[in-house]
């Protein structure tokens, strides 16, 4: 017994076609448990505010002295 091809290409489209509709389910699932007050502003405690500090970093060059009492370095 064999399945002519137009049955395999409509079970393999349902086959995703039920894929797709439980992706989006489950999407949906997970978007509506995530916490929506997240991006809403709060005040902290003892009315204190976040800063950004930007730290760069400083290179000091110094001369290197070429006097024959240190033959090893140049």
Do not use: C, Y
């Not at 978007?31 to 000091?60: E, H, I």
């Amino acid at each position: 017994m064999t399945r002519s091809n137009f049955v395999f290409v409509l079970h393999r489209a349902s086959e995703r076609v039920v894929a797709s509709v439980g992706a989006l389910a489950l999407t949906t699932l997970m978007l509506m448990s995530v916490n929506t007050q997240a991006a809403a502003p709060t005040t902290s405690p003892n009315g204190l505010k976040p800063g950004v500090t930007n730290l760069v970093p400083t290179v000091t060059i110094e001369v290197v002295d070429e006097a024959p009492s240190q033959p090893g370095v140049r």
